[in-house]
């Protein structure tokens, strides 16, 4: 492709609305163009970044055995009225009425729709196992789109659904599809960790993220170096039986005049108490309305997504000053002696002694609060958060904390939706069962700001060889100069010979200007034709470390062959 006839637009600005680096590069190098917010246009060069990601997924979904096809975006409400979603899915859900005033979503996800064109094909046990799966856009309607193409309302991805016979015949086909997405990751070139994740919202018996490691990432990670356990910390362990505090003698209640200590770091002050003696009382309002108290130790820090799914709410919000004086609960002194509220313990205070809490009155504490003699939990749950330094739930090393961006999601559904839609099969023995199922998400339009969010520098991308819009730039430094134009147009005819995907810049701008473009760009492999020429020489220069090397104009061809293969 000659850059004289394609589409560079590259910018020197930084967008007003882009605030980390793959939503400004991508942006500035002319990858995509924001249409509205979370909606973007991918432009020629991202649009091929989006095909190279989509036919590495391809390729080795279709070498596991999956079927591509392709569902609608349309989908009726009946369908999501059938699982319950059309209610649980909240705002999220893009919902538009026809002309016939009947209800519509634009599909987010796609369980319903598949396992309803299953449950219209499949009659018997010979019909399974099967595996579906799409490449296509999908909708949600975010509260806040940000970040560019990481989170959007709009975006690419691939789902895939198994559909076996039993249990055991799932878990094998949720094996087949792990296998695949490491190959998948590898094959993009990035820096990837499987861990182990929450079921959420979705539902299911286990699940596997697959989280492409960037600092500042949305997804929190705790890892073990030593024998390789990896969780999300929304669903990471906590091994609370190498924290616990020694066993002591129980010491009489009393409360105390605390006036104006709120914080556990007040209180750790004001009593000369450390954190892990304090008992914090959060009061949280689930999505029904109903107020709960939730008890965590003072050093450790609650786990929301623990706390949802143990109350099976989708929502819940910590209360409001408002809402505390509507409870009757005085701010900065709640504690769960004499609370009306149910009151929820998490595990990092079962065996605690002598510890304290807010006496539910202003400006005082309890000390020396011990369970059960002065208040009995409705129940003691794993309500924790585990962080750096944490013993690995595994091997009791300690744990490393770190961030990614999840770009991939397994799941082992079971017949949470089979059941509700009734997508049943006659087995063996005669008789109806419900079909096992999993699902298999990987982010692809995020994928492309995941890798650029790995492999990124001051000036510019950094692509992956297997992920590259080109896999080689030559510079024309001066259009002018016929023999470098010479050489540069032969070059260009060589790479094209050899299948190589090669972008030559013939624009009649600045040698600085091609630079800077290049730089933003990303093209891993670059040839720069200058005033070399005129000594048989042209650089060869790679984006990663920025290093120049001089080659002879005749081993140009060889040293192609050598990076490309061929
Ligand atoms: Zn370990």
Redesign the pocket.
Same mark, same amino acid.
């Given at each position: 492709m000659r850059a004289s006839k394609y589409f560079i637009k590259t910018m020197k600005e930084t967008p007003a609305e882009a605030e980390v680096p793959s939503h400004v590069y991508l942006l500035r190098a002319g990858y995509i163009k924001k249409v509205a917010a979370g909606i973007y246009s991918y432009l020629p060069l991202g649009l091929r970044v989006l095909k190279n990601i989509e036919n590495i997924i391809r390729k080795h979904m279709d070498e596991a055995g999956a079927l591509e096809v392709l569902l609608p975006i349309l989908t009726p409400a009946e369908l999501w009225k059938e699982t319950g979603r059309w209610d649980v899915y909240g705002k999220e859900l893009f919902r538009l009425k026809d002309r016939h005033d009947r209800d519509f979503a634009l599909g987010p996800t796609h369980e319903e729709t598949i396992t309803d064109l299953v449950r219209q094909t499949v009659r018997s046990y010979k019909d399974l196992p099967l595996n579906f799966y799409q490449i296509q856009t999908k909708f949600r309607d975010e509260a806040r789109p940000r970040y560019g193409l990481i989170r959007g309302r709009e975006f690419v991805m691939k789902d895939a659904y198994s559909f076996d016979i039993s249990e055991e015949m799932a878990i094998k086909s949720y094996e087949i599809m792990k296998e695949t997405y490491h190959k998948i990751f590898k094959e993009l070139g990035l820096n990837y960790l499987m861990v182990e994740a929450d079921v959420g919202a979705i539902g299911g018996k286990y699940s596997h993220e697959f989280v492409v490691m960037v600092p500042n990432g949305e997804a929190h990670i705790v890892y !073990?170096e030593? !024998?390789?356990?990896a969780a999300n910390v929304e669903a990471a362990k906590y091994e609370f039986e190498l924290d616990k505090l020694p066993p002591e003698e129980e010491k009489p209640l009393e409360k105390v005049y605390t006036p104006d200590v709120k914080s556990v770091e007040d209180v750790t002050k004001f009593l000369n108490v450390k954190p892990n003696k304090i008992v914090k009382t959060l009061i949280y309002i689930l999505d029904d309305g109903t107020p709960i108290a939730i008890l965590v130790r003072g050093d450790r820090e609650l786990n929301e997504t623990k706390v949802l799914n143990y109350f099976g709410a989708l929502d819940m919000h910590l209360a409001t000053s408002e809402e505390m004086e509507k409870l009757g609960l005085v701010e900065g002194f709640v504690g769960p002696i004499g609370l009306d509220i149910p009151v929820y313990a998490d595990r990092s205070i079962e065996d605690l002694h002598n510890f304290v809490v807010g006496a539910n009155e202003k400006d005082y504490h309890y000390i020396n609060v011990n369970m059960p003699r002065d208040f009995n939990p409705v129940d003691i749950v794993d309500f924790g958060t585990a962080t750096e330094g944490d013993p !690995?739930p595994? !091997?009791?090393?300690p744990l490393k904390e770190t961030t990614g961006l999840e770009v991939g999601h397994i799941f082992l559904l079971g017949t949470k939706y089979s059941e509700a839609l009734k997508a049943n099969f006659v087995d063996k023995d005669g008789k109806e069962k419900p079909i096992v199922m999993g699902c298999y998400g990987i982010g692809v339009s995020r994928l492309i700001a995941a890798a650029v969010e790995q492999n990124h520098d001051e000036n510019g991308i950094i692509w992956t060889d297997n992920i590259a819009p080109f896999k080689l730039h030559i510079l024309a430094l001066n259009t002018k100069d016929k023999n470098i134009m010479e050489i540069a147009e032969n070059i260009y005819n060589i790479s094209r010979g050899l299948g190589i995907e090669v972008l030559l810049d013939d624009r009649d701008i600045s040698p600085g200007a091609k630079f800077k473009d290049a730089d933003l760009i990303g093209i891993p492999y670059r040839i720069i034709v200058g005033k070399g020429v005129k000594n048989g020489v042209v650089e060869f220069q790679r984006r990663k470390d920025n290093e120049k090397i001089e080659i002879p104009i005749d081993s140009v061809e060889n040293k192609l062959k050598e990076i490309f293969g061929g």
């Open positions: !073990c030593n !024998c390789g356990y !690995c595994v !091997c009791k090393s």
